[in-house]
């Protein structure tokens, strides 16, 4: 079964409006999640880590305002794109990383959003 | 930055053949990780091989790992049309780092 799932699985949305993404981890306690973004037919790009308890660690050009993370718990991280345009539009895909599975990542299945 | 690259950009095959994936990195790694994403899909995890070591075989994937050239290589033997999908790898010196990706077309 699925480790780790996603919701929702695919969104659209006017220009303007945000967008809460969840990500959470099934079968493992995740004090560590990773968000990604993927273009079409492009390689996934790390956009943050999501740290349980503390703020999120942004890779560089990842505008922090933009996309909050939220990892309130162990099992749950949230990724909201807040005022939506349409250059946000992507694949955005989360993993978990275990710290009883170490140098394994286990990805959710992503959402796919569309902001008109 | 992504620093892995794969070539070919795409495959295309006949069932039954292989399919060699090449990857080259730029940085130190900890290992080097294989993925598989069904198109519109998430990752799934196929292999994951050390620094310390050269080759590694799961089923009919084999990987190759030479740090002193910076790549790795992904080997699907007796291909079948349920490969069809876009391979990645990834580099691991303290977080993922992805690779462009080939895709993989295995006609039946």
Partial sequence: GAVVSQHP???ICKS???VKIECRSLDFQATTMFWYRQFP???????????EGSKATYEQGVEKDKFLINHA??????LT??????EDSSFYICSVDPATRPNEQFFGPG???TVL | SQQGEEDPQALSIQEGENATMNCSYKTSINNLQWYRQNSGRGLVHLILIRSNEREKH?????VTLDTSKKSSSLLITASRAAD?????????????????????????
């Fill in chain 2, 58 to 62: 799961s089923g009919r994937l084999r």
């Fill in chain 1, 16 to 18: 303007g409006t945000s």
């Fill in chain 1, 41 to 51: 037919k492009k390689s996934l790009m790390l956009m943050a880590t999501s740290n």
């Fill in chain 1, 9 to 11: 699985s695919r969104v």
């Fill in chain 1, 111 to 113: 959402t796919r959003l």
């Fill in chain 1, 73 to 78: 718990s162990l099992t749950l991280s949230t």
């Fill in chain 1, 81 to 86: 794109v807040t005022s939506a345009h349409p």
């Fill in chain 2, 84 to 108: 069809t999908a876009s391979y990645f790898c990834a580099t691991d010196g303290g977080k993922l780092i992805f690779g462009q990706g080939t895709e993989l077309s295995v006609k039946p």
